[in-house]
């Protein structure tokens, strides 16, 4: 369902788009070269904001919005949320186990929808987590902000975590996507890659920016650096 060929993928994340032109602001940055659509979905509740929930998402694709929806689910229970966002079209779902009361059915119930399933990490939140879904999980996201809004600065503790985690998929033998969310912009980007992430979301470093493109691809000059080109 994601582009297996690229090394890596940059997801902005809409949390800093103007909603007030949702459809034509995914639109334009996926024109600038973006390859899936971060959406943060808070509940005033597991993190102190709140954003929209599966009918947005379901608007998009009513839209006509074709690219890959990656869900992030910052939301406690989490399994009706899930089967909200399958009947809306999401691509990818994560969540964070600890708002989950079984990690288990909650992947499984991801997976049975026929979305790709994966765990999210914050910044303090153990690796122990992923002892027993290597097996299970397609992307691995790691918060290198706490959760809840957009334009924090990224935790430079982050970089160790991704080091780990990219081991453990080494580890596992599988094509776990690793994900990085928080304070990710053209200055830093080249570093979280180089210590094992694959995918990028940034909301304020391309959404604040007069020119999408432009943003996008510093990132991504930056990145070929980190690929060796
Ligand atoms: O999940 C999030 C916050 O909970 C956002 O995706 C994240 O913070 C991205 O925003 P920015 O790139 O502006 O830091």
Request: aromatic residues 6%; glycine residues 8%.
């Amino acid at each position: 369902m994601i582009s297996p060929s690229k090394p890596y993928l940059i997801a902005p994340s809409i949390l800093s788009a103007d909603f007030a032109k949702l459809g034509e602001e995914v639109e334009r940055v996926l024109a600038s070269g973006a390859d899936v659509i971060h959406f943060d979905v808070m509940d005033n509740h597991y993190v102190p904001n709140l954003t929209f929930g599966s009918m947005i998402c379901k608007a998009l694709r009513d839209y006509g919005i074709e690219a890959p929806i990656d869900v992030h689910l910052m939301v406690s229970p989490v399994d009706s949320m899930i089967e909200q966002f399958l009947e809306a079209g999401a691509s990818i779902i994560t969540f964070h186990p600890e708002a989950s009361s079984h990690i288990d059915r909650s992947l499984q119930l991801i997976k049975d929808g026929d979305a790709e399933c994966g765990l999210v990490l914050n910044p303090a939140t153990p690796l122990h987590y992923l002892d027993y879904v290597m097996d299970k999980v397609d992307q691995i996201l790691l918060m290198s902000v706490n959760p809840g809004y957009g334009g924090q600065s990224f935790i430079e503790g982050t970089l160790e975590k991704v080091r780990q985690v990219r081991q453990r998929i080494i580890t596992s033998g599988r094509d776990i996507r690793l994900e990085v969310d928080g304070g990710i912009k053209a200055s830093n980007i080249r570093a979280i890659a180089e210590a094992g992430a694959d995918m990028f979301v940034a909301g304020s470093a391309i959404f604040n920016q007069e020119d999408y493109k432009s943003a996008i691809d510093a990132m991504r000059a930056e990145l070929a650096l980190a690929n060796g080109e």
